[in-house]
């Protein structure tokens, strides 16, 4: 892109003639680098512009490179300033009995040395439904939390969904959610403590990453081996 810029400013010069000071008469090479000093703001030497018209490109040619080095410039902060999430999920969700209540449950974790503050988490179930007439959609259905947002997420994060009467999942099987091409679409975001910046972080689980009478292991007072307990398996 630089090299293409000044190309197209040097032929720009030899179009107007002998325009360059100390220029040979047509060199391109000696344009292109009178344009490379010009960009650049170097400032010349033995070559310098000499007419009305290579003085007015020369002019155009310093407008372009104060516009291009701000947008370059803007580009690469916005770039290199974004505050990325860090954040992590289980590799299944699983369904398990929480106070009596079938239960879905996932976990995530903040991969950042600093914390999250004032994190939210939203839930959907996104599904195949058909019409009375018979016509097939993507719906979206939201999955209500017992906590969908907290202070501060500095380590883990439990979501936990009772699987009610008023649950979209009320009486969906593993089974019947594969064919219902079902999904879970979980958004989180909060703000970076360190810079104040949005920070957001997406996930999906598909219908077969949804696991029935699974309970997820304790990485408190638990162990990472895989174990069954009153007949339920740990993942």
């Known amino acids: ?24 008469t047509g060199s391109f090479w000696d344009a292109f680098f009178f ?3 010009t960009l650049a703001s170097i400032g010349y030497g033995n070559l310098y512009p000499q007419t009305f018209y290579a003085n007015t490109v020369v002019t155009v040619e310093a407008l372009v ?24 999920f289980s590799h299944f969700a ?20 600093n914390q999250i503050v004032e994190a939210q988490m939203r839930v959907y179930l996104l599904r195949d ?5 018979g016509q097939f959609m993507r719906r979206l259905y939201p999955v209500r939390l017992l906590r969908s947002q907290t202070p501060s997420f500095a380590l883990t994060w ?21 064919q219902l091409k079902a999904q879970i679409v979980i958004s989180l975001s909060g703000i970076d ?15 077969q990453e949804i ?3 699974y309970q997820l292991v304790d990485i408190i007072y638990g162990n990472c081996s895989t174990r069954r307990e009153q007949g339920f398996q740990w993942v």
Do not use: K, W
């Open 193 to 207: 403590e360190t810079v104040a910046q949005a920070v957001h972080a997406r996930h999906l689980y598909q219908a």
């Open 65 to 88: 490179e104060l516009l291009g080095f701000a947008v370059v410039t803007g580009l690469a902060f916005a770039r290199f300033s974004q505050s990325t999430a860090h954040v992590i």
């Open 129 to 133: 439904e058909a019409s009375l007439e």
């Open 94 to 113: 699983v369904v398990t009995p929480y106070n009596g209540v079938p239960t879905l449950m996932f976990r995530t974790a903040n991969q950042r040395g």
């Open 35 to 37: 344009s490379v000093q």
């Open 158 to 178: 439990t979501a936990i969904h009772p699987i009610d009467a008023e649950s979209p999942l009320h009486n969906q099987t593993t089974a019947s959610l594969t």
């Open 1 to 24: 892109m630089y090299g293409t810029l000044n190309a197209l400013f040097a032929l720009v010069y030899l179009a107007g003639g002998d325009g360059i000071a100390h220029a040979q």
């Open 211 to 213: 696991l029935c009478n």
